[in-house]
C-alpha cells in the first residue's frame, strides 16, 4: 500500500486497529492490579529510590503489559485468518509472528532478570548478547530490506548482511537503550508509548500493516501500565518492561523498513548513552529525595534525568514531564519531516 493512498486505505481498518488497541488496554488494565496484589504477597517488590523513606512497589507490571500485548497480537492473527470481511488487506503473518517471538523472548530475558535481582541479576555482557539470541526469528525470515539512503553518499545495500549482523545488533542496542533512561514514575512506559505512538503513525501513512499491529498492540498495554505507574507509582515495569520496549521499537522499524526515523525517535537514549558513558556505565537515573519533595542530582551520578534536577527544583513529576516534553518534540519533529518526505523511509 502506497504512501498516496495509504491513509483512506488503512482507514478501511481502523476499527480493526481501535479493537487490537482496546484488546490489549483491556487485558492489562484488568490483569494489572490483581498482579500487583500477588506480588506484594510474594514479595516481589523494589524501593522507590526517589521517595522519602523510600518505600517498596511491585516490580515486575512489565508481565500485565506482554500479556496485554500478546492478546492482542493473538487476536489479530484470529482477524486475519477467520474474518477476511473485517481485514480487507494483507499482511505478511510470518514476518508478524517473527516480531512478536522476538518481543515476547526479550520480554522473558526481562523477567529472568526481575526475578533474579536488578543489581545482583544478569551481568551487563549478558544483557548486550542474550538479545541477539532473541532476534533469530526475525534474523531466520532473511527480511529483504531496501538500500539505505545515506547523504553525500547515496543509497547503499547490505544484502544478506542486513538479516545477518542489522537485525540483531539492533535489537540488542534498542533493547538495552530502553533499559538505561528508566527509574523515575512514569518516565520509561511514556518514552516508549511516545516513540511507538509516532512509529505506528508513520508506519500507517507508510503501508506497513505489520508494524501497525505491534504499534498499536504495545500502545493499547503502555497506556493501561501507565495509569498505574504514573506518580506515585503503584507498580514499576521492571526489567520485563523496558527491554520488551526497546524490542518493540526495533521490531516495528525493522519489519516497517523504518529504521532511520527509530534511530531519530530514540535520540535521547543516546545522550543517556553518553551520560553513562562518561561514568563508565556506573551511574543510575535516580535523584536524592529532599524535605520539600523535590529531587536533588546526585553528585556521583551521570545522567540526563540528573542534568534536569540540576536546572532547578523539580518534583519527580516534573523532572519526568520536562524529559516527556523533550521527547514529544523531537516525535512531532521526526513526523513532519518523515510526512513530507524529508527523510527517505
Not at 314 to 327: C, D
Request: aromatic content about 12%; glycine content about 12%.
Amino acid at each position: 500500500m502506497g504512501p498516496v493512498n495509504s491513509w483512506v486505505g488503512a482507514g478501511l481498518m481502523w476499527p480493526a486497529f481501535f479493537l487490537f488497541f482496546l484488546c490489549a488496554f483491556t487485558a492489562t488494565f484488568l490483569v494489572l492490579p490483581k498482579l500487583i496484589g500477588r506480588m506484594k504477597k510474594r514479595g516481589l517488590v523494589g524501593k522507590d529510590m526517589n521517595k522519602a523513606g523510600m518505600p517498596e512497589i511491585p516490580e515486575m507490571g512489565g508481565i500485565a503489559v506482554w500479556l496485554g500485548f500478546s492478546s492482542a497480537i493473538m487476536l489479530s492473527i484470529f482477524f486475519y485468518s477467520y474474518l477476511q470481511n473485517f481485514f480487507p488487506f494483507e499482511m505478511d503473518l510470518t514476518m508478524l509472528l517473527a516480531g512478536f517471538a522476538t518481543i515476547a523472548m526479550v520480554g522473558f530475558l526481562g523477567l529472568m532478570d526481575d526475578l533474579l535481582g536488578w543489581r545482583d541479576g544478569i551481568r551487563q555482557w549478558q544483557h548486550a548478547l542474550i538479545p541477539m539470541f532473541a532476534a533469530l526469528p526475525l534474523m531466520a525470515i532473511n527480511i529483504n530490506n531496501p538500500p539505505f539512503y545515506i547523504p553525500l553518499i547515496g543509497y547503499v545495500g547490505f544484502g544478506i548482511y542486513y538479516s545477518l549482523l542489522l537485525v540483531p545488533i539492533g535489537i540488542t542496542g534498542a533493547s538495552n537503550a530502553a533499559n538505561m533512561l528508566a527509574g523515575l514514575n512514569g518516565l520509561e512506559a511514556g518514552l516508549g508509548l511516545m516513540i511507538i505512538s509516532t512509529l505506528t503513525a508513520i508506519a500507517l501513512y507508510s503501508g506497513s500493516i505489520e508494524a501497525v499491529i505491534i504499534g498499536v498492540a504495545l500502545m493499547g498495554a503502555l497506556l493501561a501500565f501507565l495509569r498505574l505507574n504514573w506518580f506515585p507509582a503503584k507498580v514499576f515495569g521492571g526489567d520485563s518492561l523496558t527491554l520488551m520496549v526497546g524490542a518493540g521499537i526495533a521490531t516495528m522499524a525493522i519489519v516497517g523498513d523504518l529504521e532511520k526515523i527509530g534511530i531519530l525517535l530514540m535520540s535521547l537514549f543516546f545522550v543517556e548513552l553518553v551520560f553513562k558513558a562518561r561514568h563508565k556505565f556506573q551511574s543510575e537515573c535516580f535523584g536524592l529525595p529532599q524535605k520539600d519533595g523535590t529531587l536533588k542530582a546526585d553528585p556521583k551520578g551521570g545522567s540526563l534525568t540528573q542534568w534536569v534536577m540540576r536546572r532547578g527544583r523539580f518534583t519527580e513529576t516534573k523532572v519526568v514531564l520536562i524529559i516527556l516534553g523533550m521527547q514529544a518534540i523531537i516525535c512531532l519533529t521526526v513526523f513532519l519531516l518523515s510526512y513530507f518526505q524529508k527523510i527517505y523511509i
